[in-house]
Nanobody
Framework: QVQLVESGGGLVQAGGSLRLSCAAS????????MGWFRQAPGKEREFVAR????????YYGDSVKGRFTISRDNAENTVYLQMNSLRPEDTAVYYC??????????????????WGQGTQVTVSS
């Protein structure tokens, strides 16, 4: 079992930055990959980023490449999402997720089996 708790969301102006955190507990954190997804009202859940168990490999959705950075601290059981140059279209609920199955669906929500409760990010224009 894995429990995930996100924090760091809020309201920011366009062009600003936010850093989201996701604290994990339960299963050994360094044994599984982590991802971030987001969901805006009326839209499907969208892949944002993924990081491997060691942090050596990262992947990003096209809409956030070059602006967002995913990282992890295995000593602190925490994964981060640094979001820069935020745009109004980044407004969404952001979820962290754990992939302990390694199904290969790294950019789809079906590839993750544990989820946090989400944190709201609102970017004003």
């Amino acid at each position: 079992q894995v429990q995930l708790v996100e924090s760091g969301g809020g309201l920011v102006q366009a062009g600003g930055s936010l850093r989201l955190s996701c604290a994990a507990s339960g299963r050994t954190f360094s044994s599984y990959a982590m991802g971030w997804f987001r969901q805006a009202p009326g839209k499907e859940r969208e892949f944002v980023a993924r990081i491997s168990s060691t942090g050596g490999n990262t992947y990003y959705g096209d809409s956030v490449k070059g602006r967002f950075t995913i990282s992890r601290d295995n000593a602190e059981n925490t994964v981060y999402l640094q979001m820069n140059s935020l745009r109004p279209e980044d407004t969404a609920v952001y979820y962290c997720a754990a992939d302990t199955m390694y199904s290969g669906h790294f950019n789809r929500d079906v590839g993750y089996n544990y989820w946090g409760q989400g944190t709201q990010v609102t970017v004003s224009s």
